[in-house]
């Protein structure tokens, strides 16, 4: 049978420069998925979206064609009109894309959106173009397919965004659909049941799928054919179960060694000991106050963070894992005295000399003097570094501001600091767009041990980067806090990560942490519904370990829904229990 | 509903600012050591006619400003009761004016429409050309027509107005036969209203409308086209192709309606710039605004006439913020929503 979309010979080029997609070949047949993999800047994205025509305006597709085979004709995409093109778009071929949040328009009603498909496609009009499009909310779970159809996007979480990108892409029952990192602005346990939602979609209509993605886990759980991109080429291209366990191609094989993994052996880790602390959180809370839309109706509390007990020993790495909303950013705040917690919590630093500082309580000095000590490496290094900035005045501000040294020694300082992480004295002089982004974070890094800090919080450091990146990132993490005796609070949402680099981890949810031990403890014998959950979503590159939806939507779901023992409803959660030396679990006893 | 209670609030702080403003008003007009009376008391005086000063002192009287300043505001607003018990602004009683000799009801009538109407027209002009050339520069951004509006309007920009509009008089009048200066031909004034009047009135509001305009809508259409631009390069415009949308309908359907929201929100800072700016060019077009009185009143301190301008104008730029902050809200469901959640 022939495939539904062959694509040979795609060359994309921008204006007379050098291909950057070069001579891509690949083909997927109805009820098939095949996943495109690759690093950003590889051209999967290119690639695939070269099929539909929406490219950049600079962006040519230079040769090759795009044979598309509805059965009754094939037709070349490559050579279609713009109004041949448009009939195709959304119809027999539609797209979702990586952003959620941004993907679908402020302005108009979810229901405006998807029926507009219909609207331009099905030729269905008016209630019936509604009643199809209920219809399809209701498949991709929306519990409440009316009130969707009335939502605006700002309404609704990610995971729902997503899932109405879904519909719109599905409405007008496509044969082919392409999804370009559908689920990597979200949450594993919201990734895990968005693609088991595109997979039972597929099996229900049998359509084809062509699945972007940087994540191995992602392939192993999705695709049945795997074409692995680099620099533009195709380096590997098959079906999916041998390139997963035996790759041949050494690119393949440095993907899959940079992809961290959930340990899977038995280990038991030793508690760390609480004798040196470094950090210490003790009750700590955190409740903001929503201004009311009336001025007659109370304010609305949130509690971002409830009973936090943490405490980080000097010289080790202290992980905080939990999703968007958990609470895991307002506790590192309050940690670095970015935000000062609610009345009864105690945040203290012991510096190795001198006095214990009450973070929760500095005055300006006092804050001064802690700041020199604890410093932050932030998520994005595309825009936590000025574009106005020479490296070399990013690197020496925070010197100037403490009124460290002479000029030549903060530039001899700025010289030793990119040397320590791995770049060379002469970039001094560049501004940060000269920089990837890897090469970003480390100067973001360089930046954070410029005033010899003894704690490092890390929030999010490696989530924008891609995974061989990511890997090099954590391999200087490491090496530096072995080092330089550092002591990192690591906030993640990222299990395979931490897994890494702590030396424990708590995981959290909705403001509470629900479990607290080493990670080889966690990983072994995770006890809360929620970090079972956590590590099933993992997508895990082994098509032999399939992701376990049941275990996720048991653990990812509302406190009511845990099992007896960790169940609760509002504010009255269960207290946090020791089970063994170091592995504490909130549950009922 | 919602929208209804909005708009009656944005009233009500509407007027609270006003009556803040007319005080503010009220103090810088009389910043000034003496007034209009005074001045021309003590000029009579000196001249030695002492008819005029008795009729002076008698207008002093008459319009309390023998008394103290605080109770000369109080009863120029109609909050207290002057000489002829609640007479003010907000009776609808507007004052005197002692330059003119006439109540200032009288000498800015006709004008105050004529005021509204050439910016009216102006501000109507300034969004028919921004918005299609905005848009158009930014879908067709970096092509002849992006440059060519750019230059355009940078050159609309950058005409003073008076230069404009001695310009534009000249070649309207000899190639399109327009008529030059004022707002209708002299034969209509203080005619009743007619087709022929309406027609003479819109024959002559062209050339001022073009001149108050230009340089607005230049300015407009270059932040449309940056708003576009931003706009075009976000996600929600690639979900709209990749859905079949054509081109013209995805512009206007989303790109367009985002990029609305300042677009909208320049409805009240353009009204007041538009009749401020247009002071010079009325008095070059010869123009029956309001501009001219101002001018005069400001220049030899009849202060309730000046006071009144300036209260009018005033009073146009709330009404514009307040259209525009009502029409934000109908447009935008993320303002709409806010605080509900």
């Known amino acids: 049978m022939k495939p539904l979309l062959s694509v040979e010979n795609l060359s994309i080029a921008f204006g007379a420069q050098t291909p950057v997609v070069q001579n891509v070949n690949f083909a997927v047949s109805s009820g098939e998925t095949l996943a495109l993999v690759g690093e950003s800047g590889s051209g999967k994205t290119l690639s695939c979206r070269a099929v539909l025509r929406i490219l950049p305006r600079a962006a040519q597709i230079t040769s090759g064609r795009m044979l598309l085979n509805l059965g009754q004709e094939e037709r070349d995409l490559a050579q279609l009109n713009d109004r041949q093109m448009r009939d195709i778009r959304g119809n027999s071929v539609s797209m979702i894309f990586q952003e959620p949040m941004r993907s679908l328009s402020p302005l108009h009603k979810i229901g405006n959106q998807v029926s507009e498909v219909l609207w331009l496609h099905g030729g269905q009009k008016g209630a019936a173009a509604k009643k199809t499009v209920l219809d399809v909310f209701e498949r991709v779970g929306f519990p409440n397919p009316e009130r969707t159809f009335r939502s605006y996007p700002f309404e609704l979480s990610g995971g729902m965004r997503q899932r109405a990108m879904i519909a719109m892409a599905m409405v007008a029952k496509p044969k082919l659909l392409i999804a370009d990192e559908p689920t990597t602005a979200l949450d594993v346990t919201t990734q895990a049941q968005v693609l088991g939602l595109m997979k039972d979609l597929q099996r229900e209509t049998g359509m084809a799928m062509i699945l972007v993605t940087h994540d191995l886990g992602v392939v192993a759980n999705m695709a049945e054919h795997v074409v692995v991109m680099h620099k533009g080429r195709v380096m590997e291209a098959g079906e999916a179960p041998p390139i997963l366990t035996n790759p041949a191609h050494a690119y393949t094989k440095a993907l899959f060694d940079a992809a961290p993994e959930i340990p899977e052996q038995a280990a038991v880790g030793l508690p760390a000991s609480r004798e040196d602390p470094i950090l210490e959180l003790k009750s700590v809370a955190k409740t903001y106050t929503l201004r009311a839309g009336k001025a007659w109706t109370a304010p609305t509390m949130i509690q971002a963070c409830q009973g936090i007990d943490l405490t980080l020993p000097r010289g080790k790495t202290l992980a905080v894992v939990g999703e968007s909303g958990s609470g895991k950013t307002t506790a590192a705040r309050m940690a670095l005295g970015a935000e000062a917690p609610d009345q009864g919590g105690e945040v203290l630093f012991h510096p190795a000399q001198g006095e214990t500082v009450q973070v929760h309580d500095m005055d300006h000095p006092t804050r001064l003097a802690f700041q020199r000590s604890a410093q932050m490496v932030f998520q994005d290094p595309y825009s936590s570094l000025s574009p106005r900035m020479r490296i070399q005045d990013t690197l020496t501000e925070p010197l100037e501001i403490h009124h460290v040294g002479n000029k030549s020694d903060r530039r001899d300082k700025a010289n030793e600091m990119l040397r320590m992480v791995g770049l060379s004295p002469d970039m001094l002089k560049r501004y940060p767009h000269a920089f990837s982004g890897g090469q970003r974070q480390r100067l973001s890094i360089a930046r954070a041990l410029m005033l010899d800090p003894a704690l490092l919080v890390c929030d999010e450091p490696t989530s924008a980067l891609d995974v061989s990146v990511q890997e090099q990132i954590l391999t200087l993490l490491e090496d530096i806090r072995d080092r330089k005796n550092l002591s990192y609070l690591f906030i993640s949402h990222d299990l395979a990560v931490v897994a890494r680099i702590a030396d424990e981890v708590a995981v959290m949810r909705r403001g509470l942490v629900v479990e607290q031990a080493p990670p080889e403890t966690l990983f072994y014998n995770p006890q809360h519904p929620y970090t079972k959950a956590l590590i099933a979503a993992q997508p895990e590159p082994d098509i032999n370990r399939p992701i376990n939806l049941k275990l996720v939507a048991q653990g990812a779901g509302s406190p009511e829904a845990w099992p007896d023992a960790f169940r609760f409803s509002g504010l009255t959660a269960p207290p946090l229990i020791q089970l063994e030396p170091g592995h504490k679990v909130r549950c009922h006893v | ?341």
């Open chain 2, 1 to 341: 509903m919602g929208i209804l209670r909005y708009a009656i609030y944005r009233f009500g702080t509407m007027l609270l600012t006003l009556w803040v403003v007319s005080i503010l008003i009220f103090a810088i007009i009389n910043l000034p050591p003496g007034d209009f009376l005074s001045n021309q008391i003590a000029e009579l005086q000196a001249t030695g006619q002492s008819a005029g000063v008795a009729k002076a002192e008698f207008l002093r009287t008459e319009y309390a400003l023998d008394k103290p300043l605080w109770q000369q505001y109080m009863i120029w607003m109609g909050f207290m009761p002057g000489p002829h018990g609640f007479s003010g602004m907000i009776q609808g009683n507007f004052g005197w004016s002692f330059e003119f000799d006439a109540p200032v009801s009288e000498i800015v009538g006709d004008s105050l429409w004529m005021t509204v109407l050439v910016n009216l027209a102006a501000v109507a002009f300034v969004y028919m050309v921004a918005l299609p050339l905005g848009v158009l520069a930014a879908a067709r951004s970096r092509t002849w027509v992006d440059y060519t509006s750019a230059f355009v309007g940078y050159l609309g920009l950058a005409t003073p107005n008076f230069l404009l509009a001695l310009i534009l008089f000249y070649y309207g009048h000899r190639y399109f036969n327009l008529p030059i200066g004022g707002l209708m031909d002299p034969i209509y004034e203080n005619a009743p209203m007619s087709w022929d009047k309406v027609k003479s009135i819109l024959l002559h509001l062209i050339v001022p409308t073009f001149v108050i305009g230009t340089s607005g809508a230049s300015a407009m259409m270059q932040r449309l086209r940056a708003n576009m631009l931003d706009e075009l390069g976000k996600p929600y415009v690639e979900t709209a192709v990749a859905k079949g949308l054509a081109p013209r309908k995805m512009l206007t359907k989303y790109p367009l309606r985002v990029a609305f929201n300042p677009f909208v929100a320049d409805i009240g800072n353009l009204l007041p710039s538009m009749v401020s700016g247009s002071v010079l060019v009325s008095v070059v077009l010869g123009l029956q605004t309001i501009g001219p009185d101002l001018l005069q009143a400001l220049k030899s301190q009849d202060m309730f006439l000046s006071g009144f301008v300036l209260m009018f104008v005033a009073l146009l730029t709330l009404i514009g913020t307040m259209v525009s902050d009502v029409l934000l809200v109908l447009l935008d469901p993320r303002i709409r929503y806010e605080g509900r959640k």
